[in-house]
């Protein structure tokens, strides 16, 4: 049986994510930092690989999901800038990590998994979470303050899910331009919305945002 590290070393591991790996990637928001710096990332990970759950890379999860790089989803919710009480949608809650740090921050978070067993694993850490097609976004027909794709979309985001952002408000979200990772952000202006990237990073493609591929005969 592999050891895990003591409680005491993940506090020390928080510690360092804020000040290693945030502050340094331009991450200053106060709110945002000490969520980062309390929410247990450990615990929404698979148990055996909890010892790198402060690594400054995606951790896998299950089927192909992975937790996004902690840096990288600090610098997506930064430039959400979520006020407390803001009402926010996550798409692809994955385990909750995202969701439970805006929340965190005060806000209010609800979640969209389509994988059934993360879901679980989401409502079991306390996330408000639906399961459903995570293109479709969330089904209850609110207009949100905020939405946050923890994950990359491979084209445009679905308008499915634009739709769902109230007029003037933010969506942050990863994206894939000619094979590289990118973090975007846009603002929906009446019936436009329109992203601009503004740094680079690993970020994996969510189910149901892929280019669909042509084929060659």
């Known amino acids: ?6 409680q005491g070393r993940f506090a020390e591991a928080r510690e360092s994510l804020v000040e290693s790996q945030l502050r340094p990637e331009g991450v200053i928001d106060a709110a945002l930092l000490a969520a980062m710096g309390s929410v247990e990332r450990e615990r929404f990970v698979p ?3 909890a010892a790198i759950a402060y690594s400054d890379r995606a951790v896998p999860l299950a ?11 600090a610098q997506l919710i930064q430039a959400l800038d979520p006020a407390p ?13 995202s ?44 207009s949100f303050d905020l939405i946050l ?9 679905p308008e499915a899910i634009v739709a769902q952002l109230r ?15 990118r973090l975007a952000i846009g603002t929906r202006a009446g019936k436009g919305f329109g992203l601009r990237t503004f740094a680079d990073a690993a970020v994996s493609v969510l189910p149901g945002f892929a280019r669909m591929r042509s084929f060659v005969f």
């Open 149 to 157: 794709i923890d994950g990359a979309v491979e084209e445009e985001v």
């Open 1 to 6: 049986m592999t050891a895990q590290p003591s």
């Open 63 to 73: 089927r192909g999901r992975a937790l996004m790089p902690p840096a990288a989803l």
């Open 167 to 181: 007029d003037g408000g933010r969506l942050a979200t990863g994206v894939i331009e000619n094979g590289v990772g």
């Open 47 to 49: 148990e055996g690989l």
């Open 85 to 97: 009480g803001a009402r926010v949608l996550v798409v692809g809650a994955g385990t909750g990590y």
């Open 99 to 142: 969701s439970a740090i805006l929340g965190a921050m005060g806000a209010r978070v609800s979640a969209v998994e389509s994988d059934p067993a993360l879901a679980a694993i989401a409502a079991a850490n306390g996330i408000d979470v639906a399961q459903g097609p995570l293109e479709a976004g969330h089904k209850a027909g609110v």
